[in-house]
T-cell receptor, first 108, second 123 residues
Framework: EVVLTQSPATLSLSPGEGATLSCRAS??????LAWYQQKPGQAPRLLIY???NRATGIPTRFSGSGSGTDFTLTISSLEPEDFAVYYC??????????FGGGTKVEIK | QVQLQESGPGLVKPSETLSLTCTVS??????????WGWIRQPPGKGLEWIGS???????YYNPSLESRLTISADTSKNQFSLRLSSVTAADTAVYYC???????????????WGQGTMATVSS
């Protein structure tokens, strides 16, 4: 099973600042990694698929990079609606599909 | 557009079977190349993939749940279902159904989600 480790667990930032979230895989997943945003009481929303492709309707301030075992989600300038929990997920070696433990981006 | 809606009892007794159904509208569950999956989230915790069924009705299970799990499809109703047996309090979670793909040229990830349904295991 591929284990995904996200860091940091919590990121405290102000609106307008940039955010850098990390996801590390226990073995290579090539570029088969996705990122999701989840707000309280809502289902997750797909942001990025295959490491660097924005899903439909996702603002350009969200970008993904990386391959192999190290991946990054970057939010260039935080909007108030971006404060949420973010998860990574791999689809290279499945079953099982696996998620990281999440990074909470909170208002400083 | 494609929409998913979970349904099922909100309360299940320990050792019994949790049964949930996901009804799909706006598209067929037999459409290639999609998979139809179940994901759960215990209160205050992260996401766990439970299992998926493909457009051709092939099933894929999380090994950690496989011995208790059955996922099936009813194409006549455009629904797919989850049955999880011998439940305990550890199975208490919000259960989501979602569509995903695993093919180049598609938005590969869980790109359409239901709203989720809370299932509580308690006597």
């Amino acid at each position: 099973e591929v284990v995904l480790t996200q860091s940091p667990a919590t990121l405290s930032l102000s609106p307008g600042e940039g955010a850098t979230l990390s996801c590390r895989a226990s073995q290579t997943v090539y570029s088969y990694l996705a990122w999701y945003q989840q707000k309280p009481g809502q289902a997750p929303r797909l942001l990025i698929y295959d490491a660097s492709n924005r899903a439909t309707g996702i603002p350009t301030r969200f970008s993904g990079s990386g391959s192999g075992t190290d991946f990054t989600l970057t939010i260039s300038s935080l909007e108030p609606e971006d404060f949420a929990v973010y998860y990574c997920q791999q689809r290279y070696a499945w079953p099982p599909l696996t998620f990281g433990g999440g990074t909470k981006v909170e208002i400083k | 557009q494609v929409q998913l809606q979970e349904s099922g009892p909100g309360l299940v007794k320990p050792s019994e079977t949790l049964s949930l159904t996901c009804t799909v509208s706006g598209g067929s569950i037999s459409s290639s190349p999609y998979y139809w999956g179940w994901i759960r989230q215990p209160p205050g915790k992260g996401l766990e993939w439970i299992g998926s069924i493909s457009y051709s009705e092939r099933t894929y299970y999380n090994p950690s749940l496989e011995s208790r799990l059955t996922i099936s499809a009813d194409t006549s109703k455009n629904q797919f279902s989850l049955r999880l047996s011998s439940v305990t309090a550890a199975d208490t979670a919000v259960y989501y159904c979602a569509r995903h793909s695993d093919t180049g040229g598609y938005q590969n990830g869980f790109h359409i989600w239901g709203q989720g349904t809370m299932a509580t295991v308690s006597s």
